[in-house]
């Protein structure tokens, strides 16, 4: 089946720091991919759309200059967490949709990446 | 806008207990509904889909109905196991959303031998 990786699956950096997290869509094509944030015991709250080629696209509420996401290829979006402070602390997750081709948005399966556990010291 | 309650964990069973997990749903449009698993130290993986009104998903012994008059996808297992032990979320794609999911909060399981 589809696969998406993430790398680093687990970093710890000090405040004030840039981190840079890699989503990859390792056999299929993603012209879109999700970033989602999990805080403990609590659901997953989308925080952007990668779009390949141009601009993501963030959810209200989400700082764009803080969250700088990049989708640079076909099968690889970044999100880089820019001057983290403690707060940004959480388990970021990434997905991607194996698109059916069809006139309607047909149930496509959004494969998830294993997620990266970010601590800001 | 999309919403998914589910029912609030943590959910404690014995092994081959019958297990249901609540989950009701507002959106506009007609979504398609999931539920994704999260096993401890893993990513979510898609446990079961259905697209339309009365179509039911299963797999690994679990199914969900769904139920548009009652906006309802409700998970059951008719025998439950320790390996079955994640945190269960439930979710929707508006198919005007750009496939974006909105999920529920997230039910925790552990099935106890």
């Known amino acids: 089946g589809a696969v998406v990786s993430q790398h680093p699956s687990r970093v710890i950096c000090k405040s004030g720091t840039s981190v840079k997290i890699e989503c990859r869509s390792l056999?299929?094509?993603?012209?879109?991919m999700f970033w989602y944030r999990q805080f403990p015991k609590k659901s997953l709250m989308l925080m952007a759309t990668s779009n390949e080629g141009s601009k993501a696209t963030y959810e209200q509420g989400v700082e764009k200059d803080k969250f700088l996401i990049n989708h640079a290829s076909l099968t690889l979006s970044t999100l880089t967490v820019t001057s983290a402070h403690p707060e940004d602390s959480s388990f970021y997750i990434c997905s991607a949709p194996l698109q059916i081709p069809g006139p309607f948005w047909e149930a496509d399966t959004q494969y998830f990446g294993p997620g990266t556990r970010l601590t800001v010291l | 806008g999309n919403s998914v309650t589910q029912m609030e964990g943590p959910v404690t069973l014995s092994e081959e207990a019958f297990l249901t997990i609540n989950c009701t749903y507002t959106a506009t449009g007609y979504p398609s509904l999931f539920w994704y698993v999260q096993y401890p130290g893993e990513g979510l993986q898609l446990l079961l889909k259905a697209t339309k009104a009365d179509d039911k998903g299963s797999n690994k012994g679990f199914e969900a109905t769904y139920r548009k008059e009652t906006t309802s996808f409700h998970l059951e297992k008719g025998s439950v196991q320790v390996s079955d032990s994640a945190v269960y979320f439930c979710?929707?794609?508006?198919?005007?959303?750009?496939?974006?999911?909105?999920f529920g909060s997230g039910t925790q399981l552990t099935v106890l031998p």
């Open positions: 979710a929707l794609s508006d198919h005007g959303s750009a496939r974006q999911l909105t």
């Open positions: 056999d299929f094509q993603a012209t879109t």
